[in-house]
């Protein structure tokens, strides 16, 4: 009787410590994961960034990120982003989510990251076999809608200007193949330049191109190079007072952008969905850290922005996001 | 079936020990019942939870209306104050109304946007804050201007929309929601109609809508009439398709709380219907919200539920103990009753009850005692008196013998004889009674076998001769009275009587380690030994004889009967070679047995 009535004891106790270790156990798992993410962008930190930087911050307040956005202090530096790259890792970061400026001078140092810590490729990619989730716009389609827009405005025979830069990294060169492919359907020829990058030497550029090219098109597909030339018509058409008939068209969107397109002086702009591009980049690198099933290749939707239809109620959405 | 349950219930029930039956009874309903109360505190508590967030977020919802409200009112007072006391008291073309907005605008620069007055076409007549108006707006295409021209009588509140009137200098597009309605303008004493427009501030509906805590992962949103997203926490991911929300249906809804399903999840939703604009508020409290302190509850409530049935498990068995054991007690006692274990010790512990059954078994028990040991006593008198009887029995035989010899002497005038036989006859008669006691020393009982053979050698004329030899340590020890006499008795009658030649009958008393023999040996007749095995079992009827083994047999049951089993008489026998009986008995000085036996 004694042992029956020890071991009644012993075995209550015992129950009343289980359930008690269940109990804080509940307590405990209640404690949030915080993640440390590191995004390396591969330009200044400018209006270009600010919205995909916003949709990044909207998915971190969500999914309790701590969100560290690098810039560079050159555009497309690659041996900055190598450089940040390995800062990063560095510093102990839970996912690194890159926007690489160079699509075959990154892939190694890239590719290599990838064993150690999650990567995500945002806006533009490497060249690489190994699997990492890849969060942009198909940029080919990009330049394919830029044409078409183009001819659909009625350039059908004309001599196309395209500004091409010595930049490398992926995006611009899909769009510019997108763009070409599209356009060599039609009857439109193009050539393509090479712009200075300085604003004075750019504008007597523009000006050259439009005082002496009647009826031209001047295509950009890079944000920077389009709001740049913009500016420079604007200019051009305010000092001279000549309405040339200059069309300008372009991939990208900041508020110039938006602003010359109202002024009709960029006759059209692609831009992409850059708030999901930020947020699905978290949203990916967050399920990778936490070894979720993943979407490799998310596609994001892209939208042809005029004057004509730039206040619809659907594009103001995507063109002036709500931003907190 | 549920016979078949009953019926196993009964088996059980006999099988059990009480013990069993009293913890496992009180378990189960001890367990029933705290499941049953313990339930229904969970549910009863659960279904309060539910009631409370229901509440909570009423209340929270009513108080966002209100700062709704009262930000909604403040705007059309704007819109009000501008139109009645500045509009409508002036001429247009005389003066404007610069003043009356520039003091309205100041008064609400955190919430306005701008004001701007068109006429019935479109034109801007005026605005402020003063600013570069964009070419080719054509305001007609609004459909805040259209609202405000198709319906006069109205204040029309637009769903947001970035505004596009101004240029501003550093290019930034505001999301503003309108309130137009048409007003009339008079120029030059005529009036036409045109519309107010007052543009406000989103960030106000958002500043109203944004720091609601409703539940963890709860939430406020605002739609217009339509279902149209005015404000939501998560805007741009749903205008950017990322996410859906039920706005379409949530539109539906009347006012109060509704539980609806989205996405697979359950969400309480609490609407309420802002004044004037027809807009809803949308409180959204995810039911796992409400459920997440459920599952504490749940893990506590088991727990504590366990935690008592583990206590009343342990009372259960402490009691069933102190009520069963007992009875168990009792039980084991009883059943060592059974098994005949004398000295039985019966506790008397437990309850009044059980105690009261221990006295009683116990006294029940002595008192059987008591009855055995009677019966015990009388069965030993029974079989004392039996023996007396037997003893009895020799005396009339032997006499009526000697008597009839005596008889016979004095007949035939043999005085000498019969007076040998006569003081023969006493002494073996003062042995022979030896005051009543049974049991007699062997020098005794030799010498009343003597006394009997000189009456009988008398008697048959010396037709045999005897003699009696016994060792001297034989002497002192205990006999039984009376067994050497009637064995001669025998041999005398059935050796001697018969037999053509002297007879010899000799007496032997002599010790062997711790028993004590005596032989009576005769030269008679004899017989088979088979015969002789059976005389001591079987009475043997040869009708004839006389005697005819009741003697033998008499002297083998009382020395059985007073000594043992093991001991009696041996007879061995062949035929003309003679009888030898010989006696066994154990080896007990006289004085002591006497101090033994009474």
Known sequence: MRIKKKVIILTLLLAVLASSLVLLKEGGKKEIAVYDISV????????????????????????????????????????????????????????????????????????????????????????????IPYISCDNYELGKKLAEEVIRNGNTRKNIIIAKSDLEFSSLVDRYNGFKDEINKSKNTYEVIELPKDDSKLYNEIRSIMEENQETVL????????????????????????????????????????SLIEEKIINATVIQNEFNIGYLSINTAVNKIDHKKIDNNINIESTVINSENMYSKENQKILFPIVR | ???????????????????????????????????????????????????????????????????????????????????????????????????????????????????????????????????????????????????????????????????????????????????????????NGKTSSGVLLVDMNFSGIEQICKNV???????????????????????????????????????????????????????????KTVGYTGWKLVAISPMSDVTAGYYELRVFAIFIMIFAIFILISINMFV???????????????????????????????????????????????????????????????????LNALQAQINPHFLYNTLDSIIWMIENEKYDGSIVMVSALARFFRISLSKGKNVITVKDELEHARNYLTIQNIRYKNKFSYSIESDENTLNLTSIKLIVQPLIENAIYHGMEYMSGDGDIVVKSYRKEKDLYIDIIDNGLGMPQEIADKLLIEKVNNGQKKGSGIGLRNVHERIKLYFGEEYGLEVYSEPDEGTTIRIHMPAIEFNSAKGEKK
Request: aromatic share 8%; glycine share 4%; no cysteine.
């Open chain 1, 40 to 131: 390396i962008i591969r330009g200044k930190n400018n209006e270009e960034w600010s919205i995909i930087k916003a949709g990044m911050e909207q998915a971190s307040s969500e999914m309790n990120v701590n969100l560290r956005f690098i810039s560079l202090l050159e555009e497309n530096n690659v041996e900055e982003q190598k450089d940040y790259l390995e800062k990063a890792i560095d510093s102990g970061t839970d996912a690194i989510i890159i926007s690489p400026s160079d699509y075959t001078a990154l892939s190694n140092i890239i590719e290599n990251t990838n064993k150690k810590v999650p990567i995500v490729l945002f806006e533009s990619k490497i060249d690489t076999k190994q699997n």
């Open chain 1, 219 to 258: 295509v950009a597909f890079e944000t920077g190079e389009l709001e740049a030339i913009g500016r420079a018509k604007k200019y051009i058409i305010n000092d001279t007072n000549v309405n040339y008939d200059t069309e300008v068209y372009g991939i990208g969107r900041t508020s110039t952008i938006i």
């Open chain 2, 1 to 187: 079936m549920f016979n078949f349950i009953k019926d196993k219930l009964n088996e059980y029930y006999k099988k059990a020990s009480i013990k069993y039956i009293i913890s496992i009874s009180f378990t189960v309903v001890a367990v029933a019942g705290m499941t049953v109360v313990g339930g229904a505190l969970y549910l009863r508590f659960s279904n309060s939870t539910e009631e409370v967030v229901s509440k909570n977020n009423q209340t929270i919802i009513d108080q966002v209306n209100l700062n709704l409200d009262s930000y909604l009112r403040n705007m059309m007072k704007i819109s009000d104050t501008i139109y009645y006391r500045a509009i409508k008291k002036i001429d247009m073309s005389v003066e404007n109304i610069e003043k009356e907005m520039d003091l309205i605008y100041e008064a609400n620069k955190d919430n306005l946007i701008s004001i701007t007055l068109f006429s019935e076409y479109g034109e801007v007549i005026d605005s402020y804050p003063l600013q570069q108006l964009k070419k080719n707006i054509e305001a007609r295409n609004n459909d805040w201007f259209q609202n405000a021209k198709n319906k006069k009588e109205n204040l029309h509140f637009s769903t947001p929309h970035v505004q596009n009137l101004f240029y501003d200098p550093n290019y930034k597009y505001i999301w503003v929601v309108s309130l137009s309605r048409a007003v009339e303008i008079t120029n």
């Open chain 2, 213 to 271: 805590e409703v539940s963890k992962n709860g939430y406020v949103y605002l739609i217009d009439r339509d279902g149209e997203i005015i404000y939501h926490p998560r805007q741009q991911l749903i205008y950017s398709n990322l996410i859906t929300e039920n706005n379409k249906e949530a539109a539906k809804f009347e006012d109060g709380n509704h539980i609806e399903k989205f996405e697979g999840s359950k969400r309480l939703v609490t609407v």
């Open chain 2, 320 to 386: 069933s103990s102190r009520i069963a054991n007992p009875i168990k007690d009792l039980e084991k006692s009883v059943k060592e009753f059974e098994n005949g274990v004398v000295n039985l010790n019966i506790t008397e512990n437990g309850s009044y009850e059980v105690q009261h059954l221990a006295k009683a078994i116990k006294s029940m028990v002595n008192q059987m005692n008591i009855l055995m040991k009677n019966i015990m006593i009388e069965q030993e008198s029974k079989r004392k008196s039996e």
